[in-house]
């Protein structure tokens, strides 16, 4: 038994140290011991909050670790320790920092009413906005000229060769207890003042602080908080604030000056007097915070009613409302207003004042800026400069720099041309002219000879005017737009610009040169110009007919064009590329084959193909025929009488523009082998599909019928046995509208003659379809009621007539 409580205490022993330095390494006398590698993570950050409270960083604490008996190996292993745990457990750290330094204030919610019978007073911005809340930074060194009061709190460090560490309340009484020092009076003194203080007490109890081999160290670790009281703001009341908050934090709390508060005479009350006033418009206008002074406990912050407001509206920086003080001038509520915006008119403002009884307005001009105070109640506009120039002058036309010039007192014509750096080649020398703007407002034209001004006759070198405009003219100007027309076969047709001695050579190789369809006929007609009207020769141009070389573009006789020449090259009378047609399905030679001559037939390009092969339908013979953009033009182009908005054309528009490719001729090929000059043999056109069918022996049935399917082929079967082979029609089924349409694209529709209905002929691969009925609208019980009235009225006016 003695053996096991002795390990117990051999344990605990060891241990104890261990944990004792980790908790406190600063305060330890002997750090022999110590293994890093024992540590815990909470240990590490216990070591990393207690260098944090006592403002030392691990670098500085190095030299004391060492002192204290800890090897260089186990310091720089904490070292790495604490920098990995202070990554880890950043968030941790920080959260500790904010405990251990203590400095909160009491957290107030700035709900401002925003002025809403004057929104735009000056200054009502500053406590709206919640990044500009003056709060202050309780992270920062204590401020040496800090008063220090009840509810602060000290951190006394004594380190060296020895060693003390507390934190100390200020007690109620304003007196720090130190262990084994006794209480020492602090309140009401600086934080300066108070560490001389303390540093003065401890060295009597201390004798290496006295000597200088041990330190003290005075900082403040958590700061009180002070009561205000803040009147005539737009949330006034009580407020708990930090006791380094300062008079803009305690006005931001407040929300600021209420509605017809003052910005510019706002007291700090302090023991019952006036202590401090405070104008707002210092910090606003300049940044200057001299009046953000400190604040202490029981403290009013009183703010008056405004005295005088004055609106500026207009061509300012910053126009509003600003509150005047006595004395203040109209310069320094335009420096309020950051001056004139660079559209103002300065010389003058105009202002609209309220006297007892009514209005009156009263201009202000610019020498009596610093004279004039305003009155409360002014609105003050500031106008815009007028839309007009004092010294401007402008040249146009065939000069080298034409533009706006500044006009000066004796110019002349020849002294703005040679501003404008000259005149131009093309320039019209024999006349220039002169806009000039008259005393009334109305403008007259001076005429002048150009040459003559430039030359300096002083009859022509006109004395000018503010606002004249000169007009150069250029003698492209009164030349007639040139043009000339090709057209026919050259690679780009069309207008082009006529310049002089113009050849056909020259027009040719301009358009890109002849097509290989050119011919060697080109006509150019020519329009005719007379003086008088010839009454008896009716010709309106004049042709003339060339022959050209149609392989070169350089012709021989290079024949001269005229303006507005109209020049054809027309085409080869033999000029047609080789056309093709498609063969398709049960034939031994599918594929594309050239139109031999202009009058080609199904059957000779049939027999080219090889001819049909035992598997073709003989009755399945078409011709699928593309539908030309011309037809479709031509539709468009018939009025059938319609209407504007008729949906029967246009939905047959619509059909062959989208839906239909191409249009589908039946050919019937039994007689086209008895006869090759049947009508069925017919003339093959470029792009048609000769399409043969494969021998089908289905017959299949679709539409509105109960079940789409494909019946074999029973010869002799009538259309209703396909029919009913297939459950009949549904509900929307039209029999009596039913057709078949057959392998070779023909249709046939049933018919009928009084009461006998007639089907067309099944035949193998054909297809029967059975369209929907139209939907009808019947008439309602008031439309047979109205035609039964009709009916009655016209029996009664027959039976009376024949009376």
């Known amino acids: 038994m003695k053996k096991i409580i002795t390990v117990v205490i051999l ?11 980790a908790q406190d390494l600063l305060k330890s006398s ?4 110590l293994q890093v590698d024992n540590l815990s993570d909470s240990d590490v950050l216990k070591i990393k909050a207690q260098l944090q409270s006592n403002n030392m960083t691990i670098q500085q604490a190095e030299p004391m670790a060492l002192a204290k008996g800890m090897s260089a190996s186990e310091f720089a292993k904490l070292k790495t320790r604490i920098a990995s745990t202070g990554n880890s457990s950043e968030n941790n750290a920080a959260a500790a920092d904010k405990k251990d330094s203590g400095r909160k204030q009491e957290e107030i919610v700035n709900a401002k009413n925003k002025d809403k019978v004057n929104p735009l007073v000056f200054g009502s911005e500053l406590f709206d906005n919640p990044t500009l809340n003056f709060e202050p930074n309780l992270k920062l060194a204590t401020p040496v000229n800090y008063v220090l009061g009840p509810g602060d709190e000290l951190q006394v460090s004594v ?28 309140s009401g003194i600086s934080i300066e003042a108070a560490t001389q203080k303390i540093r003065n007490a401890m060295a009597r109890v201390y004798s290496t602080v006295s000597s200088g081999l041990s330190q003290v160290s005075v ?37 600021g000056p209420g509605v017809n508060g003052s910005y510019r005479n706002i007291e700090l009350l302090r023991d019952n007097k006036v202590y401090r006033t405070i104008d707002i418009y210092h910090f606003l206008v300049n940044g200057d915070q ?62 609209l004042q309220k006297t007892g009884k009514e209005f009156k307005v009263r201009d202000v001009k610019e020498s009596e800026f610093n004279s004039y105070q305003p009155k409360s109640g002014d609105l003050i506009k500031v106008s815009k400069i007028l839309n007009r120039f004092e010294n401007r002058i402008k040249i146009e036309g065939a000069v080298f720099r034409p533009d706006f010039y500044s006009f000066t007192e004796g110019m002349h014509v020849s002294d703005l041309i040679a501003q404008a750096e000259g005149i131009k080649e093309d320039a019209y020398s024999q006349r220039g002219t002169i806009v000039r703007l008259q005393s009334d407002l109305t403008t007259e034209i001076v005429n002048f000879d150009v040459a003559k001004a430039l030359a300096g006759e002083a009859n022509e070198d006109i004395l000018l005017k503010r606002e004249d405009v000169v007009t150069i003219y250029s003698i492209l100007d009164f030349r007639e ?18 310049y002089d ?15 290989g369809s050119a011919s060697k006929r080109v006509e150019v007609a020519r329009m005719v110009t007379s003086e008088e009207i010839d009454e008896n020769n009716p010709t309106k141009a004049e042709l003339f007919a060339i022959e050209i070389s149609p ?21 080869m009378a033999v000029y047609d590329k080789p056309e093709q047609v498609t063969v398709s399905g049960a034939v031994h030679y599918a594929g594309k084959y050239a139109l031999v001559n202009k009058k080609s037939r199904v059957y000779e390009i049939i027999q080219r193909a090889g001819g049909l092969t035992s598997l073709a339908d003989i009755e399945g013979v078409k011709i699928k025929r593309p539908i030309q953009a011309k037809q479709i033009e031509d539709l468009e182009n018939v009025n059938v009488n319609l209407g504007k908005k008729d949906s029967i054309q246009n939905k047959l528009e619509i059909k062959l523009k989208e839906e239909l490719k191409f249009a589908t001729i039946p050919l019937d090929w039994k007689a086209i082998l008895k006869n090759q000059n049947n009508a069925a043999n017919v003339t093959l056109f470029e792009g048609d599909e000769i399409e043969v069918a494969t021998y089908n022996e289905g017959v299949k049935v679709a539409g509105n019928v109960l079940l789409t399917s494909e019946i074999p082929y029973d010869k002799g079967r009538s259309f209703k046995y396909y029919l009913n082979a297939v459950g009949g029609v549904d509900a929307k089924g039209w029999k009596k509208k039913s057709y078949i349409i057959y392998p070779n694209g023909k249709a046939a529709v049933a018919s009928s003659f009084l009461f006998f209905r007639s089907y067309p002929k099944v035949k193998p691969g054909s297809q029967i379809i059975v369209p929907e009925k139209p939907e009808v609208k019947k008439m309602s019980t008031g439309e047979w009621v109205g035609i039964g009235s009709v009916i009655s009225s016209l029996a009664l006016l027959i039976i009376t007539a024949f009376k």
């Open 30 to 33: 002997d750090l022999s011991t």
């Open 481 to 498: 737009e040139y043009k000339i027309t090709i057209d026919g076969e050259v690679r780009n047709p069309g207008t082009y610009d006529y």
């Open 501 to 515: 001695n113009l050849t056909l050579n020259d027009l040719i190789v301009q358009v890109g040169g002849l097509t």
């Open 290 to 351: 001299s009046d953000n002074v400190g604040l202490k406990d029981n403290d009013v912050i009183r703010i008056p009613a405004y005295s005088q407001r004055v609106t500026v509206e207009g061509e300012v920086k910053r126009p509003g409302i600003f509150e005047m003080k006595k004395g203040e001038t109209f310069a320094d509520l335009l420096t309020f207003a950051s001056g004139f915006n660079e559209f103002a008119y300065a010389a003058s403002v105009n202002i």
């Open 11 to 21: 344990f605990v022993a060891l241990f104890q140290p261990l944990t004792i330095m």
């Open 551 to 571: 392989d070169n573009n350089e012709q021989a006789k290079n024949f001269e064009l005229r303006p507005f020449d109209v020049v054809s090259i027309r085409k």
């Open 159 to 186: 380190y060296g060769v020895q060693e003390f560490n507390a934190s100390i309340p200020v007690s109620v009484e304003g007196k720090v207890a130190i262990q084994y020092v006794g209480e020492i009076a602090v």
């Open 219 to 255: 900082s403040l670790s958590r700061i009180r908080t002070i009561k205000v009281t803040i009147i005539g703001s737009a949330q006034p009341g009580n407020y708990s604030i930090s006791s380094l908050a300062t008079v803009y934090n305690a006005l931001f709390l407040g929300g």
